[in-house]
């Protein structure tokens, strides 16, 4: 299953009211998502797609079309099932 950077987008924009005007390539640091924002959009993600994603690989992803890749390569690792 691949996820796509508007996934990432919907799934954050949904549920984190600040967040609801990103885009798929603007960087979390340009839009000012702090520490607590990236823990909870980590938390949203992991929730959403049944993997678990954290608010380091999401800083270190740094747009939602990057942490979509993140995603997706973490779905493809899990076992069929």
């Known amino acids: ?7 990432v987008v919907e799934a954050i924009g949904s549920t984190m009211d600040e967040l609801n005007h990103m ?4 960087s979390f640091a340009d839009l000012d998502i702090d520490s607590l924002s990236l823990v909870e959009a980590a938390v949203i ?4 797609f049944g993997v678990r994603v954290d608010e380091f690989e999401l800083a270190e992803a740094g747009t939602a079309s990057a942490a979509a ?4 390569r973490k779905l493809a690792l899990q076992p069929a099932g």
Request: glycine content about 6%.
């Open 45 to 48: 993600l992991s929730n959403k």
């Open 1 to 7: 299953m691949e996820i796509t950077a508007q996934d």
């Open 69 to 72: 890749t993140v995603v997706t």
């Open 23 to 26: 885009g798929p390539d603007d």
